[in-house]
């Protein structure tokens, strides 16, 4: 991205005083981004880069013939990676851990808002295999296509080339952030005030984690949250529990921190963090999204409902997220596309071979303003008939 940058030799001249700010500030711009956090960045006090890490360099593949929306639209592909086993203690990953979220985020310059697609994590792929490399999914999830794609050197490539496949959207820059450093910042700022929608429970005994209702969350804590998917509804009604999160960290933001306080909370960050945005896109990122209010983050699951199977390339039976082609066609062309460049559902390379005896949740949305003022609580129910 390359607007808002007037005034750059300036800037250089002081971004090169401290490079220990560098990384500093671009957490605050990420969050910033992804969470409408509208903070006095020191920008002039950065110096450097970030670095690639293990993502590697990004070089998605995309269709020509598909109106990728030009200037108007910013998009960032926002991973949090999780390096730690599964409950059952495997590691299909091979240590290179699974996307355990999933956030794209589109930027309209010309309005001004943002809209935000949480991707289950356990959302159904199909056979996802590369002969050459060897490397398969034994869980047809898409949250192991970044660590066991063909892409081995690059592995944003692997998860930026399946998004691109599946929902045919052009991924410009990316984040990929260490699930465990959320829990490191909010222990660092003390915790956070948060709504619990919906108790918590363990998903083995059964014991009540966190109850229903507002809790100083801490970083432990935050943890159990962020990550529990013992509900009816799995992994999708977790992505609704990680709004309140999202909103909460906003809020503390917005209404508690100074400069000092972003400074120590995001210090301790930075090392969980890779990207490929270098400086003058994270200062064009600040330009833009300092005008960006709560009420203009639009945040929406994609449609889709509880599909059990066997992959291909697995021995264990999954539970696993199909996704409805139809409305997930429909959902990217009302919010993440021109109004006159729509996407047909025949071009997203969405498995239709599945079922849904659930039924299918298809979420209206909403924005993290709502999620603020305590809307949004009500589960959205299934509107679909089982299958």
């Known amino acids: 991205m390359n607007e808002n940058q007037t005034g750059a030799s300036g800037i250089w001249q002081r971004i090169r005083q401290a490079a220990t700010w560098k990384k500093v500030v671009a957490v605050v711009l990420v969050v910033v981004l992804i969470l409408a956090v509208a903070v006095g960045c020191v920008y002039k006090d950065v110096g450097g880069i970030f670095d690639t890490g293990e993502a590697g360099k990004l070089n998605q593949i995309t269709d020509e013939d598909i109106e990728a929306g030009g200037a108007r639209f910013y998009n960032l592909l926002l991973l949090g990676i999780d390096y730690d086993a599964d409950d059952s ?12 979220v999933i956030l794209y985020v589109q930027v309209n310059r010309d309005t001004g808002k943002v809209n935000v697609l949480q991707i289950p994590r356990d959302s159904y792929i199909g056979d996802y295999i590369d002969e050459a490399k060897g490397c398969t999914s034994p869980t ?14 690059n592995l944003i490539n692997n998860i930026a080339n399946k998004i691109y496949e ?11 952030i260490d699930m465990n450093a959320f829990k490191t910042m909010l222990n660092v700022m003390g915790g956070i005030t948060m709504y619990v929608p919906w108790d918590i429970t363990d998903k083995t005994t059964g014991e009540l984690l966190v109850p229903q209702g507002t809790h100083q969350i801490s970083g432990d804590t935050a943890e159990v949250i962020l990550r529990n998917r013992n ?58 999204m300092t005008k960006v209010n709560p009420s203009d983050i639009y945040i929406v699951r994609l449609p889709g409902g509880g599909y059990d199977y066997t992959p291909a390339f697995g021995s264990a039976s999954q539970s696993g997220y199909a996704l409805d082609r139809d409305a997930v066609a429909t959902l990217l062309n009302e919010h993440f596309r021109e109004a006159d460049h729509p996407v047909e559902a025949d071009k997203l390379d969405i498995p239709t071979d599945v079922e849904w005896p659930y039924g299918v949740t298809n979420d209206p949305g909403k924005t993290l303003g709502d999620v603020n003022s305590g809307g949004g609580t009500e589960e959205t129910p299934a509107e679909t008939p089982a299958a």
């Open 89 to 100: 203690g495997r590691d299909y990953a091979e240590g290179k851990g699974n996307t355990d």
């Open 140 to 153: 047809g999830k898409i949250n192991s296509v970044y660590a066991l794609g063909p892409d081995q050197d």
């Open 166 to 176: 599946m929902f045919k959207l052009p991924v410009d820059n990316y984040v990929t």
């Open 231 to 288: 509900y009816a509804q799995a992994d999708y009604k977790r992505l609704e529990t990680q709004q309140y999160f999202y909103a909460a960290l906003v809020r503390t933001f917005l209404q508690e921190y100074d400069l000092a306080d972003y400074y120590k909370a995001c210090k301790n960050v930075a090392y969980y963090i890779n990207t490929d945005l270098d400086l003058t896109e994270i200062y064009g990122l600040y330009a833009t």
